[in-house]
């Protein structure tokens, strides 16, 4: 399978893939969704920093001068927060928080932005390594589903059908595809600019993980909750260490 196919199969994954999954959550009774959604957010959040620390970092690094580097993600997360900030780039992973005051057609723009930025992402990842493809589209999926468990909640309270909230958020979940084949292109091309689009998308998982994953699991703060988060991270972070063992 050459490197496109991979990349367009782990972009459909990432986007009708976590769609689908984050559906088949709202089947289940809201009191196991609220402990098996929590756990999932412990798990994304170490997927998302073993793939930013253990393998777009350090990519990145081999590609370019470190200073250069550090400065692109440091401009990157910034960047992030002001786009937080006008509510285009927004991370809810509950069924409701602040953000999911916006009406239903906000939501939507807002996570079709989101998963153009994942969507170059997975195309960068891939041109760097397979394995760091593997892996950050390993960390894509794991954050997307609990994220569009939150976006279905808000929808159908906002009076949408279950039909119309999952194809809608199937439409949206296309613009992973939008942002993948344009990067492969153009970085296939401007291979100079691959360091940097590594700096940016290891600095949207950084931001993702530290902004507003972990604040969310520091609200349950009883022992076995602490003990099963601080786990399943570790659990996420391993499994990243351990796709990328053969880079």
């Not at 009708?16 to 959604?37: D, N």
């Not at 937080?84 to 916006?102: G, M, N, P, Y």
């Not at 292109?185 to 993702?208: D, H, N, V």
């Not at 902004?211 to 699991?217: F, R, V, Y």
Request: net charge negative; aromatic share 8%; hydrophobic share 55%.
């Amino acid at each position: 399978m050459n490197l496109l196919a991979w990349i367009l199969v782990f972009a459909l994954l990432g986007s009708i893939g976590a769609v689908s999954g984050a559906s088949l959550f709202l089947l289940f009774p809201e009191h196991m969704r609220k402990g098996l959604v929590p756990a999932l957010v412990s798990y994304a959040t170490g997927t998302l920093l073993g793939a930013a620390f253990l393998g777009m970092l350090p990519g990145a690094l081999n590609l370019a001068p470190a200073r250069e580097i550090m400065e692109t993600v440091l401009c990157g997360m910034v960047g992030f927060f002001i786009l937080e900030k006008l509510v285009i780039w927004r991370h809810c992973h509950e069924e409701s928080c602040e953000a999911h005051d916006q009406a239903g057609i906000l939501i939507l723009i807002g996570d079709a932005f989101h998963n153009f930025v994942d969507g170059v992402v997975i195309a960068a990842a891939f041109l760097a390594s397979l394995e760091l493809g593997i892996a950050a589209s390993l960390a894509v999926i794991a954050h997307e589903v609990p994220q569009e468990v939150g976006d279905f909640a808000i929808l159908l309270d906002s009076g949408y059908g279950r039909v119309k909230a999952f194809i809608l958020n199937g439409l949206s979940s296309l613009a992973t595809l939008l942002g993948a084949l344009p990067a492969y292109f153009w970085l296939g091309e401007t291979r100079a600019a691959l360091p940097y689009i590594l700096a940016i998308s290891a600095s949207s998982f950084i931001y993702i993980a530290a902004a507003d994953l972990i604040p969310g699991l520091h609200r349950q703060t009883s022992r076995t909750a602490s003990l099963r988060q601080l786990l399943l991270l570790l659990a996420g972070i391993g499994t990243i260490s351990y796709l990328r063992l053969g880079d």
